[in-house]
T-cell receptor, first 114, second 111 residues
């Protein structure tokens, strides 16, 4: 299994540009999430999905859109990039296991907005 | 709102020492708590998952405990090695798919 994969690894955008960060998992996990990691702030949840066709907002959803048309894929769209969106973005998937939900993370995408 | 705090923010120890990393959380109504390791520029690797009904979990030299009533978890690393140098993150799942992270403890183990 490849686990959770993310592309691209690095991206530089100009203010106002849009782009899509790709995330895929091959573990047939129901749940998928997007987080951003900023220095000194830990990871914060942007959006999540509990299954194909179902998405919801997390802690910091503004400026981002998601969709979940298949179990495997969960892309994150930046609508109009801003310097405040410079961050490292992580995608994660999880499944229910003995009453808990263990999360598996992708390698991350480092995004710089100039 | 669940808040997760990790102390200390950074820790430097000589090789071979046993050490404890601390995690505290404000809301004891949790599904589970997960400890991760993050190497510089890399993603998160899951170390241990403790369900809300459990008190501890062990994997090799790592032992994690959970005390829900006091809102605390500890990660114990035995006989530390330079390869253990990384940032350790604690994360609490308070409701489905709402996982809150601490800011992490940056560990350096000196040879």
């Amino acid at each position: 299994n490849a686990g959770v994969t993310q592309t691209p690894k690095f991206q530089v955008l100009k203010t106002g540009q849009s782009m899509t960060l790709q995330c895929a998992q091959d573990m047939n996990h129901e749940y998928m999430s997007w987080y951003r990691q900023d220095p000194g702030m830990g990871l914060r949840l942007i959006h999540y999905s509990v299954g194909a066709g179902i998405t919801d907002q997390g802690e910091v959803p503004n400026g981002y859109n998601v969709s979940r048309s298949t179990t495997e894929d969960f892309p994150l769209r930046l609508l109009s990039a801003a310097p405040s969106q410079t961050s490292v973005y992580f995608c994660a998937s999880s499944y229910s296991s003995r009453g808990g939900y263990e999360q598996y993370f992708g390698p991350g995408t480092r995004l710089t907005v100039t | 709102k669940q808040e997760v705090t990790q102390i200390p923010a950074a820790l430097s120890v000589p090789e071979g020492e046993n050490l404890v990393l601390n995690c505290s959380f404000t809301d004891s109504a949790i599904y589970n708590l997960q400890w991760f390791r993050q190497d510089p520029g890399k993603g998160l690797t899951s170390l241990l998952l403790i369900q809300s009904s459990q008190r501890e979990q062990t994997s090799g030299r790592l032992n994690a405990s959970l005390d829900k009533s006091s809102g605390r978890s500890t990660l114990y690393i035995a006989a530390s090695q330079p390869g253990d140098s990384a940032t350790y993150l604690c994360a609490v799942l308070s409701r489905l798919n709402d996982m809150r992270f601490g800011a992490g403890t940056r560990l350096t183990v000196k040879p």
